[in-house]
C-alpha cells in the first residue's frame, strides 16, 4: 500500500507519453530520420524543465521528504563516456524503436513484440549490474 504513489506516478507519466505520441513508434522514426519536430519538442522541454528543476535544487537549498538536504554531485565531463554510453542507448533506442519509458506504455497499449525489447532491456540491464565493477566510470 506504501508503494501506491509510485504506481500513480507512473500512470501519469504513461498517460501523459500516450496523449503526447512520445511513446509512437512512428513518431521515434519521424525524428530519428529528422522528418519531424514532434519529439525533439518534448525532448527540449523536458531538458529546458530538468534544468530549471535543477536550478531550483541549487538556488533553494530544496530538501527531500525526509527533510535530508538534496546534494547533486558534480559529474566527470569525460567525452569519451558520454559519447559511448549515448551512442549504446541511441543504437538500442533506435533498434528497438522506444526507450524505457515508451517501451512500457506500447506494452500497455497492447504492441506485444515489444515485450521482447522490454525483456532484452531486463536482461542487458542485469549484464551490466553484473560487470558493472568491471568497467570504467
Not at 509510485?6 to 521515434?28: H, N, P, Q, T
Not at 543504437?91 to 521482447?116: D, Q, T
Amino acid at each position: 500500500m506504501r508503494l501506491i504513489k509510485y504506481l500513480l506516478v507512473g500512470a501519469f507519466f504513461g498517460i501523459l507519453m500516450a496523449k503526447s505520441e512520445a511513446f509512437s513508434w512512428y513518431r521515434i522514426q519521424e525524428m530519428f530520420r529528422f522528418q519531424a519536430f514532434h519529439m525533439y519538442g518534448i525532448i527540449g522541454t523536458a531538458v529546458v524543465l530538468g534544468a530549471l528543476g535543477i536550478f531550483v535544487i541549487k538556488k533553494f537549498k530544496v530538501r527531500d521528504i525526509n527533510g535530508e538536504l538534496i546534494a547533486i554531485a558534480p559529474k566527470d565531463r569525460s567525452f569519451y563516456r558520454y559519447f559511448l554510453g549515448g551512442t549504446i542507448f541511441g543504437l538500442g533506442w533506435a533498434l528497438g524503436g522506444a526507450c524505457p519509458g515508451p517501451m512500457v506504455v506500447s506494452i500497455g497499449y497492447g504492441v506485444l513484440p515489444m515485450l521482447i525489447v522490454f525483456f532484452f532491456a531486463i536482461v542487458g540491464t542485469y549484464l551490466y549490474g553484473q560487470i558493472r565493477e568491471r568497467l570504467p566510470h
